[in-house]
């Protein structure tokens, strides 16, 4: 099948459907029940983080869940890792694709010693250079190299879809 110049892979619904999935997917792989770090990628990762973070306080309230940014790319300060150590850390980003950032974030928190690190990404879309595979995803996508996948985000960081195009 030909991909369109804007194809849409992810509606809203979809989006929503797959956040609280993995949400879900988080509270059943805690098993130890240890705080619970979301390490959003950049400003996609960490919207991305902040709506699952939500759904995990609506089902959880009692679990101790904290969200942050992670810098991956130097876009902003540096927080606070030590809240890291022996959690269960979730780095998210929007797409994963040759797993540099992936690798890049798993390096800047490996010093804090998260008990546990688990990686998700909305879309994966192939083609590693590094062995990182996401262990939470919502859709996998395999995709030429000449395509581009975006999350697109609304009002208050709201994912509002997932779209390939080609360059």
Same mark, same amino acid.
């Given at each position: 099948?030909?991909?369109?110049?804007?194809?849409?892979?992810?509606?809203?619904?979809? %989006?929503?459907?797959?956040?609280?999935? #993995?949400?879900?997917?988080? #509270?059943?792989?805690?098993?130890?029940?240890?705080? @619970?770090?979301?390490?959003? %990628?950049? $400003?996609?990762?960490?919207?991305?983080?902040?709506?699952?973070?939500? %759904? &995990?306080?609506?089902?959880?309230?009692?679990?101790?869940?904290?969200?942050?940014? &992670?810098?991956?790319?130097?876009?902003?300060?540096?927080?606070?890792?030590?809240?890291?150590?022996?959690?269960?850390? #979730? @780095?998210?980003?929007?797409? @994963?694709?040759?797993?540099?950032?992936?690798?890049?974030?798993?390096?800047? #928190?490996?010093?804090?010693?998260?008990?546990?690190?688990?990686?998700?990404? &909305?879309?994966?879309?192939?083609?590693?250079?590094?062995?990182?595979?996401?262990?939470?995803?919502? @859709?996998?996508?395999?995709?030429?190299?000449? $395509?581009?996948?975006?999350? &697109?985000?609304? $009002?208050?960081?709201?994912?509002?879809?997932?779209?390939?195009?080609?360059?």
């Amino acid at each position: 099948m030909s991909v369109s110049e804007n194809h849409q892979l992810l509606s809203p619904a979809r %989006i929503s459907r797959t956040l609280t999935r #993995i949400a879900f997917q988080i #509270i059943e792989d805690n098993t130890e029940s240890l705080p @619970i770090c979301l390490c959003g %990628i950049d $400003e996609r990762g960490h919207a991305l983080a902040q709506s699952i973070s939500g %759904i &995990l306080n609506q089902h959880r309230p009692a679990q101790n869940v904290s969200c942050f940014k &992670l810098p991956v790319k130097n876009e902003g300060p540096a927080p606070e890792l030590s809240i890291l150590t022996n959690s269960f850390a #979730i @780095i998210i980003d929007d797409v @994963i694709f040759s797993g540099n950032t992936m690798f890049s974030a798993l390096r800047m #928190i490996d010093e804090h010693r998260p008990k546990m690190v688990k990686v998700a990404a &909305l879309v994966d879309r192939g083609h590693r250079s590094y062995p990182v595979e996401a262990d939470y995803t919502g @859709i996998v996508s395999p995709t030429k190299l000449n $395509e581009h996948v975006r999350c &697109l985000f609304g $009002e208050g960081n709201t994912p509002l879809k997932v779209v390939i195009n080609r360059n």
